[in-house]
């Protein structure tokens, strides 16, 4: 990279529009379902991983328990997770049921929709560089990584 080149503006403010930007272009797909895209997170999370702690479930999607907590609701209501007694009286696993499982099917056809879509409109080259970019920085940014060895 050209030791001439400079950002301009804030790191910040573009990482966030680009976010919402992208946010609002699977939303629009994945919507057709009746889900957001943070929903169609968590529940391929739930069925990809099983029946999960809460605690652990919110550690891999690197959220609070709390939020978790928030977003786990609308999906329980809607009976697409069950929060289930765990190995002892004190814990709770959260598992998707057959509707949610199959909920998360039928998003997925249109999740894979909005990802070819962004692949055809970015070009399949920039995507893969984007990816990249974000892997690296989010291990050179992860808590310790500046740390001497």
Known sequence: MSTNVKPQGCTSSKVRQLA??????????????????????????????????????????????????????????????????????????????????AKRQEAQRHWKAAQQKLNAQLGIERVAALHALIDDSLALLAPGADEPD
């Open 20 to 101: 919402r930007r992208l946010a609002q272009h699977y939303d629009a797909e994945v919507m057709q379902c009746g889900l957001k895209t943070t929903q169609y997170s968590l529940l391929s999370h739930v069925v990809g991983l099983g029946p999960i702690r809460p605690v652990d479930l919110a550690d891999r999607m690197k959220m609070t328990p709390s939020t978790l907590s928030r977003n786990l609701q609308p999906l329980v209501a809607a009976g697409w997770l069950v929060l289930a007694p765990g190995a002892d009286a004190r814990s709770r696993l959260v598992h998707a049921t057959e509707a949610g499982i």
